[in-house]
């Protein structure tokens, strides 16, 4: 309980955990009275325990070699040859703080599959001699904590609610039998999964949802020396190496690029945390359309702009009807969901207007491509004014239904 209340005062390391050893178990005598050797066991797997739930998730290299340090140094007790009272004792006093530190080395390295720790987890499956059916469970639940996911997509959350139902959840004594709930319901041993929360950011194609292959993610930060650094990493990227970070900016073959500033929009920061996947939208399409359009052919440039006007006029339509309100104005589910088509298509070819008038302003190559007409600005304006025209029309109704949902709670 200690350990719980001064959580913030948990430190990663063995002189941590010897700190919190009573003072008359610090210097024993050597060998160590069985009794105390009881206590330092129970003493030592607590502050693990606490260490674990200080560093659930993070991967923290610290952490986990102190863990897996004590690990083995109770596996070896454990394994002792029980020769007597005394020593059975300590053998099975063993045994369930080895339970313990099989759970928070897992919980340190939650949804990374590590091998070190695997290995020692596996020694330990399927081992029957004077193992209980509590000591399996623990094995179990430190596999399926290790390997969230398949070990790449999730990990344990640190907020206050997700401590607070993983010692629920992970309350260090285990049954020892199926139908054994005296000490502990063993129904709650399910509650850590309502802990877990995406580790590690995902790109996606947004027509087909399928994971964008090549794809590389520019993490762009403030270096030592004030001056802004770039990472460039293959997806998918851990959600803790973004941390500190100003923008992202996201390429892959056959997308088109997109840079996404944490910095001054606090609502795609957000977002970022929440759903911690970004969709790249394919630039084949658009890219031809926009290559035509400026090479002579004028007629795929005002069939964009019908599309454009039509598009337009959906959204415009839609939104004053439900805006206006009334069971006779609404719009029809199908016409809605094709306004809202037309939204994600509009603010697409925004993003990609400003992408051409990028290129053309810094590559000369590009410049070469899109300087024989001005079909490209009139292009990118078009889009633009589209998208101005219904864009707090939008706002008004996202607004108008956020007010709604909160009367309604």
């Not at 941590?16 to 129970?42: G, K, T, Y």
């Not at 999730?154 to 139908?179: D, G, K, W």
């Not at 998918?236 to 390429?251: C, E, H």
Request: glycine share 6%; hydrophobic share 45%.
């Amino acid at each position: 309980m200690r350990f719980l209340i001064l959580l913030s005062s948990v430190r990663p390391t063995r002189e941590w955990v010897e700190a919190s050893l009573p003072l008359s178990l610090v210097a024993m005598p050597d060998p160590i009275p069985a009794d105390l050797c009881r206590v330092r066991l129970n003493v030592t797997a607590a502050a693990c325990f606490a260490m674990a739930l200080k560093f659930a998730g993070t991967e923290d290299r610290a952490a986990h070699a102190t863990l897996l340090a004590y690990f083995d140094e109770i596996e070896a007790i454990a394994n002792r040859p029980a020769l007597g009272y005394e020593a059975s004792l300590t053998r099975a006093c063993a045994q369930a703080c080895l339970d313990i530190l099989c759970i928070s080395a897992a919980l340190v390295m939650a949804g990374s599959g590590d091998v070190s720790t695997m290995a020692r987890l596996r020694a330990l499956h399927g081992v029957s001699n004077s193992r209980s059916y509590g000591d399996h469970m623990a094995v179990h639940m430190a596999l399926g904590i290790l390997f969230i996911g398949g070990g790449v997509r999730f990990t344990v959350s640190r907020s206050h609610e997700s401590i607070a139902m993983l010692v629920i959840a992970l309350f260090p004594r285990f049954p020892q039998h199926y139908a054994d709930n005296s000490e502990h319901l063993q129904a709650w041993r399910h509650i850590w999964a309502m802990c877990i929360e995406p580790r590690c950011l995902i790109v996606r194609d947004a027509v087909t949802d399928n994971i964008c292959r090549n794809a590389t993610i520019s993490i762009v930060r403030p270096g030592h020396s004030g001056l802004l650094e770039t990472e460039a990493l293959v997806p998918p990227v851990s959600f803790r190496l973004l941390k500190g970070a100003v923008s992202i900016r996201l390429q892959a073959p056959g997308y088109l690029p997109l840079e996404l500033d944490l910095l001054s929009s606090a609502a795609t920061s957000q977002l970022l945390t929440l759903r911690r996947v970004v969709f790249m939208q394919p630039a084949a399409g658009i890219l031809q359309s926009a290559v035509a359009g400026t090479s002579g052919h004028s007629g795929m440039y005002e069939q964009y702009c019908k599309w454009l006007s039509g598009a337009q006029n959906c959204i415009a339509g839609v939104t004053e009807r439900l805006s206006t309100g009334g069971a006779d104005n609404a719009p029809d589910m199908a016409s809605v969901a094709q306004a809202i088509h037309f939204i994600a298509r509009v603010r697409l070819c925004v993003q990609f207007s400003r992408y051409i008038s990028g290129l053309r302003a810094n590559d000369d190559s590009t410049a070469a491509t899109f300087s024989t007409t001005s079909t490209t600005e009139g292009w990118a304006e078009a889009t633009y004014m589209a998208w101005l025209s219904v864009r707090e029309k939008v706002l008004a109704l996202a607004r108008q239904e956020a007010s709604h949902r909160m009367s309604t709670l």
